[in-house]
């Protein structure tokens, strides 16, 4: 069966990829097919085989005193820190590509500088080091820069910035290392660099150029289609230049090395590639959500996140990738505004599971428990206990919706409307339930509150100088670490290593996956059942007293039937009104495990403390 990153990159260049194999190790690469090609040509449009080799997890970079090595998934971004002896980017960068979050630094043969690297590379399963002479790459060698190297860059209009580099270009020595045009969000410049011993040299050039610093091309504005390739210098127009969104040049001699991208279509007399975007539903595949995606980097796989999602589309096969927990943090880096999370919605089939536990004691404050909270009724047993302690009665009640509809905001409204009719704000335990449950507000004015906002000031303190993990869901939704629970949850799955280093976390549902404290136990509040048995002997000896008065009242059951009850009710009461609203209820949740006369009296006690909890908001 073709695997779905198959299917992915079959999709995006329109050619069947039978087989997608990733490396993981170097004894990978040895044992591939001899057909096999490396997954960084693909978008090149060098890949002929239909087996292609994914290197991205090869990461690494070995500093050698004066040279570096590279193994060949590292990101450029990785790579750049070393120092490594730089004409420009554009010789580096694409390994993967500039799109697809995928900027690998891989292997180009290094555009001018093929002769200034040695590899280590398989060709036919054998292992050879020096020159490349073809197959797939395991490390490359590079100097590294020892003279330093200064940036400047020119800004200004399109056509100015252009005759700026034509002019440059036409001189017959150059004593720049590299000369690049961008034009970007943040406008159209020149950059050039050069050795610090050639600042005399270039001097006449650079009057009017600023400072900056080396420039790592991004896409940043990104239109329909995308150009990658290397044409000549006269084919490098100023209408070429006003057409694109996004355009990088880089220039050697009377070559010109480019990647473009523009809304309308570009003839460019080149070698190279032409990529139309049109049929992914709007996306233009820059990637930019693969790199926050919590649901991209559970699976490990690209094809997870909603990049992934609108290439399989394009094929008809999304639905297998759509299954995530919808935290939105995609729609917040994406540069074209797609409405990520309600196309996701329409082809998710998350786990349609209910709540274990049910519990309809709402207060005009009620902890709310859910499909997905429905294991942490102990924690809000002990938020419970801690406000009661301090004279505030928290109710709880169960959404009895299941996980799908929860997440996808398709809660039942109606059911919902008489849960909360004696509610006024919500607590919840998680902060993905503050987020999905945002519906309810349209049932009516209703706060929601996660747990911890109201504990913040005293939980704050506890976890100075500790790790401290902060969901996806919680602050700002910014991308910290997942504990993948919550995605385990909405996609029934059990993928994801624990890959959160903390001590402390800000949601319940992780701790308990992760093995550390939330903030609900930083509280230190115990329950057991000491609470509960106390309780128990002080009503069985009240209703011990009571037996004859009961005996008495049993013979008016006939002629006065509700005088029994109220004896009956009145003695628990008393017994009760003395008590704060969470031994109650602690007491109410374990009755089961405590030992009455008989089933009648245990039922009467029991309708006793429900009418009691449900009563009042005084504790
Ligand atoms: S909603 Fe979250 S998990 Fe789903 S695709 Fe977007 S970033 Fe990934
Ligand atoms: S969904 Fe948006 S952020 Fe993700 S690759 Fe497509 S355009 Fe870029």
Not at 263 to 285: H, M, R
Not at 410 to 417: H, K, S
Not at 549 to 564: G, N, Q, S
Request: with cysteine; glycine share 6%; net charge negative.
């Amino acid at each position: 069966m073709e695997s779905l990153e198959s299917l992915f990159y079959s999709s995006i260049i329109s050619k069947n990829i039978d087989k997608y194999i990733k490396i993981t190790k170097e004894e990978d690469i040895k044992n591939l097919p001899n057909n096999a090609e490396a997954k960084y040509e693909l978008l090149r449009g060098n890949v002929t085989s239909n087996i292609v080799a994914d290197l991205s997890e090869l990461k690494g970079v070995e500093d050698l005193g004066d040279s570096i090595k590279v193994l060949a998934g590292t990101k450029w971004k990785d790579v750049i820190g070393y120092s490594p002896e730089l004409w420009s980017i554009m010789d580096f960068s694409v390994g993967g590509t500039i799109s697809l979050g995928d900027e690998g630094f891989g292997y180009n043969e290094f555009g001018e500088l093929a002769n200034r690297v040695t590899v280590e590379a398989y060709l036919n399963g054998e292992k050879y080091t020096g020159k490349y002479r073809g197959g797939i790459i395991y490390a490359v060698y590079i100097k590294k820069e020892n003279k330093p190297l200064i940036f400047k860059q020119y800004t200004g209009s399109e056509d100015i910035v252009l005759s700026k580099a034509k002019s440059l270009l036409s001189e017959n020595i150059l004593p720049f290392r590299d000369i690049s045009l961008i034009k970007d969000n943040e406008g159209t410049r020149l950059i050039v660099s050069y050795t610090q011993v050639r600042e005399i040299l270039v001097k006449r050039y650079i009057d009017s150029f600023s400072a900056t610093s080396p420039f790592y091309p991004e896409l940043s504005s990104i239109g329909k289609y995308i150009y990658m390739g290397k044409t000549n210098l006269q084919n490098i127009s100023f209408d070429l230049l006003k057409n694109s969104k996004y355009a990088y040049f880089t220039f050697r001699g009377n070559s010109v090395y480019y990647v473009i991208s523009s809304d309308v279509k570009l003839n460019i007399p080149s070698t190279g590639q032409e990529y139309a975007f049109d049929k992914f539903n709007g996306c233009i595949l820059c990637g930019k959500c693969v790199n926050v995606c919590p649901h991209s980097y559970q699976r490990g796989s690209i094809v997870f996140s909603p990049l992934g999602f609108f290439v399989l589309s394009a094929i008809g096969k999304e639905a297998q990738v759509s299954n995530c927990h919808l935290c939105g943090i995609c729609e917040e880096v994406c540069p074209v505004d797609l409405n990520i999370v309600d196309l996701l919605k329409q082809k998710s089939a998350l786990n349609s599971k209910v709540p274990n536990v049910q519990l309809t004691f709402p207060s005009k404050k009620s902890i709310i428990l859910t499909a997905i909270s429905d294991n942490l009724l102990e924690d809000a047993l002990k938020l419970i206990k801690y406000f009661s302690l301090r004279g505030v009665k928290l109710g709880i009640i169960t959404l009895p919706d299941p996980i799908d509809k929860i997440v996808k905001g398709q809660i039942n409204l109606e059911n919902a409307r008489k849960l909360l009719e004696n509610v006024d704000e919500i607590i919840t335990l998680t902060p993905e339930e503050t987020s999905y449950l945002i519906v309810l507000k349209s049932v009516k004015i209703l706060d929601i509150t996660f747990a911890y906002s109201m504990l913040e000031n005293i939980v704050k303190p506890l976890m100075e100088g500790k790790k401290v993990h902060f969901p996806c869901f919680y602050s700002e939704k910014k991308f910290y670490g997942c504990s993948y629970e919550m995605l385990n949850l909405a996609n029934n799955e059990g993928y994801g290593e624990n890959k959160v280093n903390a001590e402390i976390t800000l949601c319940p549902l992780a701790a308990k996956k992760l093995g550390i404290k939330s903030y609900i136990d930083l509280l230190n509040i115990n329950l057991d059942m000491s609470d509960a048995n106390k309780l128990h002997s002080e009503i069985s000896e009240t209703l011990s007293t009571l037996d004859r008065v009961f005996e008495d009242a049993e013979w008016y059951k006939e002629i006065e039937p509700k005088l029994y009850e109220k004896i009956f009710s009145e003695a628990i009461d008393k017994v009760l009104l003395s008590k704060n609203y969470f031994e109650i209820f602690y007491y109410y949740l374990n009755m089961d495990k405590l030992e009455f006369k008989n089933e009648s009296i245990k039922s009467l006690v029991k309708n006793e403390i429900e009418k009691l909890l449900r009563s009042s908001d005084k504790d």
